[in-house]
């Protein structure tokens, strides 16, 4: 009986390399198959939402370039309502200003609350003006509602029962009114929710629904170039309620 031959011990190692180098392929394949044949893949890692103080300085910084580029005199506020702040940007050192004709929809907003609080109706008369002052900025129209909120006592209250409190009437008339952009935030979410208790949800109905129907002539500023706007306020959507960002 021949004795059994001895591999050499370079060929025992190859050899068992390419087992162990067979066996990690056949592992793969297995698990390959597993996958292929309905195993559950693991689930995708949530993305991380930037936090609020990041989500401030990039509105902040991107404003601020579009501002720099315009001697205009501009003031911007936006709010978030899932980060819970409001981002103001100007180009300019003062504070305040004059508000001119988005005055009208605050002193609207007054007459409704005050025949809210008496529990009286608005005269045919007062919604008349009121439609007349929001959709075709009449001017006229404006100071008879002014003169029935009791011209800056209405404002003043208005003012203080929304918390606007760098908004100012003036004793000149309502044209000459001082607000920022944060406090018309303020009006707005009166209009536009039912956060405040300032309006009913019938006088904000009629408030929005005057507001969308701006006459064409009137159709300038904000409005130029954009089909969805609401105008004696400087926004930009039908819908002025936040969208989530």
């Known amino acids: 009986m021949s004795p059994r031959r001895r591999l050499k011990p370079w060929v025992r190692h190859t050899l068992w390399g390419l087992l162990v180098v067979l066996i990690a392929l056949l592992a793969w394949r297995v ?51 899932r980060y819970h702040l409001t981002v103001t940007a100007t180009n300019q050192s003062r504070a305040t200003f004059t508000t001119a004709s988005i005055v009208k929809v605050a002193i609207v907003a007054a007459l409704y609350h005050q025949h809210q609080v008496a529990g009286t109706a608005v005269t045919t008369a007062e919604q008349s003006a009121a439609k007349a002052a929001i959709e075709q900025s009449d001017n006229a129209a404006a100071s008879q509602l002014y003169a029935a909120i009791h011209t800056t ?18 004793p000149v008339g ?13 009006l707005l979410a009166a209009i536009f929710t039912a956060d405040s208790d300032y309006l009913t949800a019938a006088a904000r109905k009629q408030l929005r629904t005057m507001m969308g129907n701006v006459a064409t002539d009137q159709a300038w500023g904000v409005a130029a170039g954009s089909t969805t706007y609401q105008l004696k306020k400087t926004v930009g959507g039908k819908t002025i309620a936040p969208t989530g960002w």
């Open 153 to 170: 006592t209405g404002l003043t209250a208005l003012f203080q029962a929304l918390h606007m409190t760098h908004s100012q009437a003036s």
């Open 174 to 186: 309502w044209t000459q009114t001082v607000t920022t952009a944060a406090d018309q935030l303020k």
């Open 31 to 81: 698990v390959a198959c597993r996958h292929h044949a309905g195993a559950t893949p693991p689930a995708p890692q949530p993305t991380k939402r930037p936090s609020a103080t990041a989500v401030q300085a990039t509105i902040k910084r991107r404003w601020r370039r579009i501002l720099d580029a315009t001697d205009a005199p501009a003031t911007v506020a936006i709010e978030s309502r």
